[in-house]
């Protein structure tokens, strides 16, 4: 449960432990016991005391975030014992929901797909993709915050497209994984000195799309680059989400204006009619070795808050998943 608001970014001490009855059911009610819980940096926004696209959590309140869960008692014909379901039911054990609550997951992927390449992770660049502008063969696109949950995957997608593909991210670490992991043609580190000369020279012919998910100085510094007519797919706002200053967002206009180019913004949950399709493209991708995942794995529920704290400041590769039960563990 939310404890207290931090001040910069949330970590261990703004959380707390809560030992509680496991629900009893009513009618139409399944209790799931959950698994899997996927971390993203939206749950480290939603701790402050400001709105932005989301309301803040309250203190005391459960942390919601990305679950796989399995049911363990049912009263629901819809959701029978034993049947796998991905919901967004939070930082705890147990919870009782009910069938327009969770979706049910088949046994074709497992738990760590189900919250990643079939998910937002995976979801997200190929919804923006398809449905706003559409990498071209040859084309520069760009991609922020490379090595994370979304951009692993942009890379990937953009790749699949014929795209050369730049990669932003933060540390040589980092960087050679978005190169020689990811597949990336180039992979700039944004914390080094040289960022504004590395990135220029990785787009000698400038950036035709743009995939952003961070914003702020990064996003002005691409701006620098952008390609006659380019195209800014904006998906995330982490910089400016994660501060109460308006400023840290995107201000460099200039050459957005004078080169034309076009800012699409993009939201994944205006096309949930397009999740079942998107997660059997993918799925088909994933089976195929066309696209691989890279998630980090934690093992035990206590640890949710550091993981979160490790997400928020970027101490990680791909998505951050914390493992609550192993599949088919009873019931305490």
């Known amino acids: 449960m939310l404890r207290s608001r931090p001040i910069h970014l949330a970590g261990p001490e703004n959380f707390e432990l809560q030992r509680c009855p496991v629900p009893d059911l009513e009618d139409g009610e399944a209790l799931v016991r959950i698994e899997m819980a996927a971390l993203s940096a939206w749950q480290g ?10 309301r ?15 049911v363990v008692e049912s009263r629901c014909e819809a959701l029978p014992v034993g049947a796998a379901v991905v919901g967004r039911q939070g930082w705890q054990d147990y919870a009782a929901v009910r069938p327009e609550e969770v979706s049910l997951a088949s046994g074709d992927y497992t738990a760590e797909e189900w919250l990643t390449a079939l998910s ?23 991609v922020t915050s490379a090595a994370g949950a979304v951009g692993s995957y942009a890379v990937q997608l953009g790749r699949l497209a014929g795209a050369r593909v730049v990669g932003i991210a933060g540390g040589p670490e980092k960087s050679a994984f978005v190169r020689d992991r990811l597949g990336a043609d180039a992979a700039v580190d944004y914390r080094s000195d040289a960022f504004a000369d590395a990135l220029a020279a990785a787009c000698p012919d400038g950036v035709d799309l743009y995939f952003d998910t961070v914003g702020g100085p990064v996003a002005d510094a691409v701006s620098e680059n952008l390609a006659k007519r380019a195209d800014i797919l904006l998906v995330g706002r982490v910089a400016a989400n ?57 093992d035990g529920m206590e640890q949710t808050p550091a993981a979160l704290h490790d997400v928020l400041t970027g101490n990680h590769i791909g998505k951050m998943l914390v493992r609550y039960s192993e599949s088919g563990a009873d019931r305490l």
């Open 45 to 54: 926004m939603r701790t402050k005391d400001f709105r932005n696209f989301i």
């Open 242 to 298: 994660n501060s109460v200053e308006p400023e840290r967002d995107m201000a460099n206009l200039r050459h957005v204006w004078s080169q034309e180019a076009t800012i699409h913004a993009f939201n994944r949950y205006a096309y949930k009619d397009l999740y079942p399709q998107v997660i059997e493209r993918l799925g088909a991708l994933l089976r195929a070795g066309s696209l691989t995942m890279h998630n980090q794995v934690v």
């Open 56 to 70: 803040p959590f309250d203190i005391g309140e459960l942390i919601g975030c990305d679950t796989f869960a399995r």
């Open 120 to 142: 937002s992770p995976g979801q997200t660049p190929y919804l923006a993709f398809s449905q706003k502008v559409r990498p071209m063969p040859g084309e520069t696109l760009v």
